[in-house]
């Protein structure tokens, strides 16, 4: 070759690697997936609102992606993050307990106040905790159980009469119960009742309303449990079949009070409904509870019933041995409804639980610092893509991208811990938020996820078990949107369908 061919090479090089850069690239799985997915999510109207999208492989490598590692507002896909750093912190039959203190106890008197001191435990309620609800011992049918082997244990010591009062101690959490960024609307629920060391009933009184015997007659509306202490007035109509019946959403109570009324109509042919309100002070609720309980075992009480927080009150009677106690149901019986369900509260005092344990305290501040430095030093996530608010996803001030989800979620899989987080996750067509997803679909019974959904934001973050026993790590989430959520939940849907297909 003559020096002068030599000198041409690299440039004859230099023009094929040119052509390369700009000949079309060939369609390959991976540029056909995006073509796929961005024409659903280009559609209109739902090319208006804003989508965040990850479908990572299980390396982590990201298979398809739209806005990845922007902020959105998760709704309760917020649920995932406190599920999965507790599963991992906290051991799946980690218990707190509840503890009963005073006296001393002569002659059969409690001399003094009886305190009824928590420690976050959320389980006396009413549920059952696993999808199986015929598996001996997961349902819980009365939320008084442990609150009356606490008055059966007092008995059993020889108490007759408490002499003092009987005193809901919530002060091993925070004295803030509501959050600050909660709407005041939704106060009213049980989706937003107040979080404190004390816990009953899911600090909700339960509503059954049906309609009256005829048009013109109140509804028929019961409340459990009754102690007593809430006043309610009925201010329902009843209308002939097929009216409307919104005494649902028409439950209200005059702030920081248990005045409640019902407004509103009910058709004649309307099925019973049941609504949970929720109650101001969680800790006279439990004191109120407990007492109702010391009654039906047979141990009078000569004072009131109140509330406390202030955690130096009682300080030195906690130091002492407890006269009675109970422990709460396991850590993994805490996670599942948290994701089957999504119920908020639960999260909320696992949040608080998580500051407790391994923070400075148990506070909303605390427990998301926990979070935090976790995600951050664990689970290896981007701390510009997450920014965490409360525990439950109520808060519209709560952003996690999509990208950070598969992150946490591919962690949590990886996790010795993860039986915890799983038992609870839904599944497409299974018991929970997702029994009615994906039935029809290549995918039903082959996507575990979170739901999610507040004003104009819906989410659902998951697996996908495609062929051979592979997992497929998604996160999708729409914020600001102006469509109904069925329309919206059906494009979300149909983009998870779409990422299975290969």
């Given at each position: ?7 041409s ?6 023009a094929?690697?040119l052509m ?12 056909n ?31 398809y992606?739209?806005n ?29 307990k ?7 106890v ?7 106040d ?62 803030t ?8 609307f939704d ?20 509503f ?9 007659a109140?509804a ?38 248990l005045?409640?009324?019902?407004e ?28 109702q ?7 009078a009480v ?14 030195q ?17 805490w ?8 119920q ?10 998580l ?15 926990v ?32 990208l ?7 962690y949590?899989?990886?996790?010795p ?12 067509g ?38 051979r026993g592979?997992v ?20 979300i849907d ?9």
């Open positions: 070759m003559t020096e002068a061919g030599q000198r090479l690299p440039r004859l090089f230099a094929v690697l390369l850069a700009f000949a079309p690239a060939p369609l390959t799985a991976q540029s997936l995006k073509r796929r997915l961005d024409a659903r999510l280009d559609r209109p109207p739902f090319n208006r609102q804003l989508w965040g999208v990850a479908l990572t492989d299980e390396s982590g490598r990201l298979l992606g739209r990845p590692d922007r902020l959105f507002i998760p709704a309760s896909n917020t649920k995932l993050v406190v599920s999965a750093v507790a599963s991992a912190l906290l051991p799946p039959d980690w218990r707190v509840t503890s009963v203190y005073g006296g001393p002569i002659g059969g008197v409690l001399l003094g009886l305190v009824l001191y928590g420690r976050g435990d959320p389980t006396m309620d009413r549920r059952c905790y696993a999808t199986d609800s015929m598996l001996p011992g997961v349902c819980e049918t009365d939320p008084f159980a442990r609150l009356q082997q606490l008055a059966d244990t007092l008995r059993a010591k020889g108490v007759q009469l408490i002499q003092g009062d009987v005193v809901g101690d919530g002060s091993y959490f925070e004295p119960l509501l959050h600050p960024n909660w709407e005041q106060l009213n629920w049980w989706y937003a009742a107040p979080v404190s060391g004390l816990g009953f009933n899911d600090n909700s009184v339960d059954t309303w049906l309609p009256g015997p005829a048009p013109g109140p028929t509306i019961t409340m459990s449990p009754d102690l007593g202490d809430i006043g309610f007035e009925n201010r329902t109509v009843t209308v002939p079949p097929g009216g409307e019946s919104d005494v649902g959403d028409r439950f209200f109570r005059h702030p920081g009070t005045q409640i009324w019902a509103g109509t009910v058709a004649l042919d309307h099925p019973p409904r049941k609504e949970s309100f929720a109650l101001p002070d969680p800790n006279l609720y439990a004191a109120r509870a407990l007492r309980a010391l009654s039906d075992a047979g141990i000569a004072g009131t019933t109140r509330s406390t927080t202030d955690s130096s009150l009682y300080g009677l906690r130091l002492s041995t407890p006269l009675a106690e109970v422990s709460s149901r396991p850590l993994r019986d996670i599942f409804p948290i994701m089957n369900t999504s908020n509260w639960f999260s909320e005092m696992l949040l608080k639980q500051g407790r344990q391994f923070g400075r305290g148990g506070s909303w501040p605390d427990g998301l610092e979070e935090r430095r976790f995600l951050i030093d664990s689970v290896r996530v981007d701390s510009t893509q997450i920014s965490l608010s409360d525990g439950s996803g109520l808060s519209s001030s709560n952003l996690v991208s999509p950070a989800f598969t992150q946490i979620l591919r949590i899989r990886r996790h811990r993860y039986a915890t987080f799983a038992a609870g996750l839904p599944q497409a299974g018991t929970g938020s997702l029994k009615s997803r994906f039935v029809g679909t290549p995918l039903a019974g082959r996507v575990r996820a979170k739901t999610g959904s507040i004003s104009r934001v819906n989410s659902l973050s998951g697996y996908i078990e495609i062929d592979r497929l790590t998604f996160s999708v989430q729409a914020n600001h949107h102006a469509q109904p959520s069925r329309g919206i939940l059906a494009v149909s983009v998870v369908v779409e990422m299975a297909r290969r």
